[in-house]
């Protein structure tokens, strides 16, 4: 089964509001990162946070990560149009040295103007 | 050109035939990845690679062949393509954390 499950799934907002979207897992892990996916591309790299750091940022994007709770939450400030995709949670699976990426299930965001 | 690529970008096979994805990368990054992508269930994961001649199974190997001779090229192969694989698939590779996405392949199997 895969290691992360964002909440929602479909998250609809106006411009300049914020978002925040969130995401579980399942075991132990060294990093997670967040991916982007506009429709019809592939995933583009955001941001990553290490299992030792509590909160990180990065321009508009702030990211916190709970490891007694196995969870992480990434959050979009002064949202615009073009901030429109797909959002996708990633984690290393520890019995493979964290190196086997395994993804959630995503989040969809729809900036409206 | 620097990157990674995936061809064919779209393929409409039948039932039962055989047909190969390709992926090309030009990082010699170690670790390779094919995905899928349904409605519903995100990414999935097929197959993964650690280097040449290194692969392992992920989530839904089932029905997929991989091979991995040369550390920048990861083909995927279904060996006989059924309906079930009609899907959007997705290569990465990954150097040391973040990993790199291919623009997909979208499979049709009529």
């Known amino acids: 089964s895969q290691q992360g499950e964002e909440d929602p799934q479909a998250l609809s907002i106006q411009e300049g509001e914020n978002a925040t979207m969130n995401c579980s897992y399942k075991t132990s892990i060294n990093n997670l990162q967040w991916y982007r996916q506009n429709s019809g591309r592939g995933l583009v790299h955001l941001i990553l946070i290490r299992s030792n750091e509590r909160e990180k940022h990065s321009g508009r994007l702030r990211v916190t990560l709970d490891t007694s709770k196995k969870s992480s939450s990434l959050l979009i400030t002064a949202s615009r149009a073009a901030d429109t995709a797909s959002y996708f949670c990633?984690?290393?699976?520890?019995?493979?040295?964290?190196?086997?990426?395994?993804f959630g299930t995503g989040t969809r965001l729809l900036v409206s103007p | 050109d620097a990157g990674i690529t995936q061809s064919p970008r779209y393929k409409i096979t039948e039932t039962g035939r055989q047909v190969t994805l390709m992926c090309h990368q030009t990082w010699s990054h170690s670790y390779m990845f094919w995905y899928r992508q349904d409605l519903g269930h995100g990414l999935r994961l097929i197959y993964y690679s650690a280097a040449a001649d290194i692969t392992d199974k992920g989530e839904v190997p089932d029905g997929y062949v991989v091979s991995r001779s040369k550390t920048e090229n990861f083909p995927l192969t279904l060996e006989s393509a059924t309906r079930s694989q009609t899907s959007v698939y997705f290569c990465?590779?990954?150097?040391?954390?973040?990993?790199?996405f291919g623009q997909g392949t979208r499979l049709t199997v009529v």
């Open positions: 990633a984690t290393g699976e520890m019995n493979t040295g964290f190196q086997k990426l395994v």
């Open positions: 990465a590779s990954r150097g040391s954390l973040e990993a790199f």
